[in-house]
């Protein structure tokens, strides 16, 4: 079956450092890849919508110079959490649709939880 | 915008009985998806259960059925024969229909937490 790998699985750094997460089809090409964040015991809040080749679409409220998305390939979508900061500590997970149709299904990764100090 | 609504936040089963977790929906398109995903506390996301809304025969998937309302936009799940692995919290989500080329992103409730009593 279809497979999406997000790494790291967890990371713990410092306030003021960039993280980088990776979210990657590994037996299919995604034309399509969401990122959500989750925060603890709530639901899953979509904070963008990453097409290949083209810029992301952000949802209200997110900003887009904090949250750097980058979709260079059919398999690859990255998501840059640039200058942390204790509030963007979170739960991150992506998902990824193998094509446009109604009827293929969206592939989640396992998540990153990441903790800024 | 569209909306998904679990009024159950958290709910309690015994082994080997039955439990129903509900979901409504509000939404002014006639063709949609609705989804129950699982995720445990490993944090995955696995899905259950897919409904399309043009579809007017209940899914089901072996232990897991749902009571799919379009007119009253309910969409609830029936787990049956709850076995321990089936606790988790469960998410309803909704989904549009894709349009200019690229599918919709899916549209969560805030999830019910079941638990499993042996």
């Known amino acids: 079956g279809a497979v999406v790998s997000q790494h790291p699985s967890r990371v713990i750094c410092k306030s003021g450092t960039s993280v980088k997460i990776e979210c990657r089809s590994l037996d299919f090409q995604a034309t399509t890849m969401f990122w959500y964040r989750q925060f603890p015991k709530q639901s899953l809040m979509l904070m963008a919508t990453s097409n290949e080749g083209s810029k992301a679409t952000y949802e209200q409220g997110v900003e887009k110079d904090k949250f750097l998305i980058n979709h260079a390939s059919l398999t690859l979508s990255t998501l840059t959490v640039t200058s942390a900061h204790p509030e963007d500590s979170s739960f991150y997970i992506c998902s990824a649709t193998r094509a446009a149709a109604n009827n293929q299904p969206q592939h989640f990764g396992d998540g990153t939880r990441l903790s800024i100090l | 915008a569209q909306t998904v609504t679990q009024s159950q936040p958290e709910m309690s089963v015994q082994e080997a009985e039955t439990v129903t977790l509900s979901c409504t929906y509000d939404?002014?398109?006639?063709?949609?998806?609705l989804f129950w995903y699982k995720q445990p506390p490993s944090r995955q996301m696995i899905l259950v259960i897919r409904q399309e809304a043009y579809k007017q025969q209940n899914a089901t998937e072996n232990r897991f059925s749902v009571n799919f309302q379009k007119a009253a936009k309910s969409f609830s799940l029936k787990i049956s024969d709850s076995q321990l692995g089936d606790a988790a919290m469960y998410f309803c989500?909704?989904?549009?229909?894709?349009?200019?080329?690229?599918?919709?992103?899916?549209?969560f409730g805030k999830g019910t937490k079941l638990s499993v009593k042996p």
């Open positions: 939404t002014s398109e006639s063709d949609y998806y």
């Open positions: 989500a909704y989904r549009r229909l894709n349009y200019g080329g690229s599918q919709g992103n899916l549209i």
